[in-house]
């Protein structure tokens, strides 16, 4: 673990990030990997402590699913962090972010049974926002290149 990794994984905004893929790594885990062998995380993030008395109990392919989210959201370059749909910058590799994508949709439908009705909600609505966010750089920049091409 490097310092600069240590320092992000401190920072509240990561943390919940964190924590909430955690679960969200766990549902998926539940209902599909239910019967694999499973034991709680030992992420770099676990043995920070961030997941305190409730780590998630993962098999070793949703462990390492969840060990290389945990590093791309520490270092995500861009803050605030936007969506990763609609970030500029995809730090994930391509296999993965399919993964977290697939994961993502099993998981968040479900997650409200698991605590998660507020994050749900405030996710739907930050959704919006970065969407929004998103469509109005795109058309800022189909109208730059429009200016530029009629000169």
């Known amino acids: 673990m490097n310092d600069t990794f240590v320092a992000r994984?401190?920072?509240p905004k990561v943390i919940?990030?964190?924590?909430?893929?955690?679960?969200?790594?766990?549902?998926?885990?539940?209902?599909?990997?239910?019967?694999?062998?499973?034991?709680?995380?030992?992420?770099?993030?676990?043995?920070?402590?961030?997941?305190?008395n409730r780590r998630p109990v993962?098999?070793?392919?949703?462990?390492?699913?969840?060990?290389?989210?945990?590093?791309?959201?520490?270092?995500?370059?861009?803050?605030?962090k936007p969506f990763c749909a609609y970030c500029e910058t995809h730090c994930y590799r391509?296999?993965?972010?399919?993964?977290?994508?697939?994961?993502?949709?099993?998981?968040?439908?479900?997650?409200?049974?698991?605590?998660?009705?507020i994050d749900g909600l405030r996710h739907l609505l930050e959704g919006r926002k970065y969407k929004k966010l998103a469509e109005a750089k795109a058309r800022a920049a189909a109208s730059d290149s429009t200016r530029e091409e009629s000169r």
């Open 94 to 117: 391509s296999e993965e972010r399919a993964w977290q994508r697939e994961m993502m949709r099993y998981s968040g439908p479900r997650s409200w049974r698991k605590g998660h009705a």
């Open 16 to 52: 919940s990030d964190t924590t909430t893929l955690g679960d969200f790594v766990q549902i998926w885990c539940d209902g599909h990997h239910g019967s694999s062998e499973r034991s709680a995380v030992e992420t770099d993030g676990a043995q920070l402590g961030i997941y305190g």
């Open 9 to 11: 994984m401190r920072e």
């Open 58 to 80: 993962l098999c070793a392919e949703c462990e390492a699913h969840l060990a290389y989210a945990e590093k791309r959201r520490a270092f995500c370059p861009h803050d605030p």
